[in-house]
């Protein structure tokens, strides 16, 4: 595993590796509580998409291209396998996705012995404009959320998910902005998912010290969060751009003030209550 680590915090609280995450998982040494993962989506396809304003592509890098039907279904078999075997009896997963890759997940995950709990619809409050006018605008993505064992009890703090939304039971349709400015201080990943919506993630499904694993870390937004609300992070990404931003963002997170920033953003943005009176 050493031949891998790119950085560690000195409280062995923050740990990225570089590599592909079918070769570095099997040699981590514990068991994870929970595994959030934002595989690629395959949609580099050399298409057009609006960004501040301006029509740019939508590549995002090699590692997103879409080879063939059968080698999206294969990547995703073997990653989602390697995942599960270092995932705790009681632990659970979630994925992101859109249409181009969900319906794969959906068929493989009860294949590999999971058992789905719920597909959450993130609505983006601030999506990018569908210039084309030809079709609807693309604003939602979907988040899958199983556990490992169809019959072993997963964690759910159903109590606080409830409290964060105005003491009524949370849905599965979560209302989010897409990532603000304030996250991009160190820089930016194309794929990078906003703070907020993984601070729900975490705050509903680990206690505090759960250690969380993110097999595609890109900037490591899952860390950050993990890191503010008390988790442990195993971070795995191929990149050394994105590791470095990950570095970045975490030591960043070490300043003074930093930690209590995040968390003031989380309570506006997840909701809801008087900040005093919410512990997260």
């Given at each position: 595993m050493e031949s891998h680590s790119f950085f560690q915090s000195s409280?062995?609280?923050?740990?990225?590796?570089?590599?592909?995450?079918?070769?570095?998982?099997?040699?981590?040494?514990?068991?994870?509580?929970?595994?959030?993962?934002?595989?690629?989506?395959?949609?580099?396809?050399?298409?057009?998409?609006?960004?501040?304003?301006k029509v740019q592509s939508v590549n995002k890098g090699q590692w997103d291209k879409l080879i063939s039907d059968d080698d999206a279904y294969n990547f995703t078999y073997q990653w989602l396998s390697t995942v599960r075997e270092k995932m705790a009896d009681n632990a659970t997963l979630?994925?992101?996705?859109?249409?181009?890759?969900?319906?794969?997940?959906?068929?493989?995950?009860?294949?590999?012995?999971?058992?789905?709990?719920?597909?959450?619809?993130?609505?983006?409050t601030n999506p990018p404009p569908n210039f084309s006018c030809r079709f609807f605008t693309h604003s939602t993505e979907f988040i899958i959320w199983a556990r490992k064992y169809p019959k072993i009890p997963?964690?759910?703090?159903?109590?606080l998910m409830k409290r964060l939304n105005n003491d009524k039971q949370m849905k599965d349709v979560?209302?989010?902005?897409?990532?603000?400015?304030?996250?991009?201080?160190?820089?930016?990943?194309?794929?990078?998912?906003?703070?907020?919506?993984?601070?729900?993630?975490?705050?509903?499904?680990t206690q505090k010290d759960a250690l969380v694993l993110d097999p595609f870390a890109g900037s490591s937004t899952t860390g950050i969060a993990s890191?503010?609300?008390?988790?442990?992070?195993?971070?795995?990404?191929?990149e050394t751009e994105y590791l470095k931003l990950s570095q970045a963002r975490y030591e960043d997170l070490q300043n003074e003030?930093?930690?209590?920033?995040?968390?003031?953003?989380?309570?506006?943005?997840l909701n809801k209550e008087d900040s005093n009176s919410l512990t997260l």
């Open positions: 409280s062995l609280d923050f740990n990225l590796f570089k590599g592909d995450c079918l070769t570095v998982i099997p040699k981590l040494d514990n068991n994870v509580d929970m595994v959030f993962a934002d595989p690629p989506y395959f949609l580099s396809n050399d298409g057009l998409t609006v960004k501040n304003g979630w994925v992101s996705g859109t249409h181009h890759n969900i319906f794969t997940l959906g068929r493989i995950l009860p294949e590999l012995g999971f058992k789905i709990l719920n597909v959450i619809t993130w609505e983006k997963h964690y759910f703090d159903y109590d979560w209302r989010l902005p897409a990532i603000a400015k304030w996250e991009k201080s160190c820089g930016k990943h194309p794929t990078q998912k906003p703070m907020a919506l993984l601070a729900q993630i975490i705050l509903a499904s890191s503010v609300l008390g988790r442990r992070f195993i971070g795995i990404e191929q003030g930093r930690k209590d920033f995040f968390r003031q953003h989380f309570y506006r943005l």
